[in-house]
């Protein structure tokens, strides 16, 4: 890449700062796309060390950073995963997407790396899908689920389209890091350590 080439890069980069995530949630409650690639690289640094696993780190960062591009092409805020219908057309739609950005600066190599990522060709692309499923959970742990749901209640209805209910949202944010298990299971103990603590805040909500 030419140098004015990266400073373009730069900016196609910086519109995951623009895209907020859990838009069914009260504003307060949200992290930009780019905020979240940068706590999956925390993350992924402490449980690489801590579980010792045989991954290549500056592999994982790539495909951290490239997880998400193709949401760069959203102009509304990202949905949580739960009742999103046509997925596999959005998944789509997010592959084109990405696909067409990185192709204006030649990519082709970016490309086959998010490609192999959402292929979960290696250990890395299994890793990486399997602590993006984390950070959600972890973010709740940090707010509250109980404040969490609360913000879904207006004028004392619950009014969370994504979920019929607050025991819908319980159940789904409490048993979600499983998915995490299920595509790379060396992590598992964190994963069942994250739904330990989700729990025991479900046991304060209900006390």
């Known amino acids: 890449m030419e140098t004015n080439e990266i400073i373009d890069y730069y900016l196609e980069a910086v ?13 307060k409650f949200r992290n930009n796309v780019a905020e979240h690639c940068l706590m ?5 640094d402490k449980l690489i060390q801590h579980y010792r696993l045989n991954l290549d780190f500056k592999k994982v960062v ?17 949905c949580a995963p739960a009742k999103i219908k ?14 067409t950005s990185l192709s ?15 292929n979960l060709k290696d250990d890395e692309a299994r890793f990486v899908s399997a602590i993006d499923k984390l950070e959600c959970p972890l973010f709740i742990i ?3 689920l109980d404040n969490i749901i609360a913000s879904a209640y207006k004028s004392g209805e619950f009014k969370n389209k994504a979920f019929k209910s607050a025991q819908e949202v319980i159940d789904f944010e409490t048993n979600y890091p499983q998915r995490a298990i299920d595509i790379y299971p060396p992590i598992k103990d964190f994963a069942e350590a994250i739904m330990e603590r989700l729990k025991t805040q479900v046991s304060k909500i209900s006390s």
């Open 142 to 144: 940090k707010h509250g």
């Open 15 to 27: 519109k995951l700062r623009d895209i907020q995530r859990y838009g069914i949630w009260d504003k």
């Open 86 to 99: 046509d997925r596999a057309l959005k998944k789509e739609h997010e592959r084109i997407v990405a696909h």
């Open 104 to 118: 204006i600066f030649g990519l082709s190599k970016d490309i086959q790396i998010y490609d192999d990522l959402n």
């Open 62 to 78: 790539r495909y951290i950073y490239l997880h998400d591009w193709g949401e760069i092409g959203m102009s509304k805020d990202i």
């Open 40 to 44: 999956l690289i925390i993350l992924a």
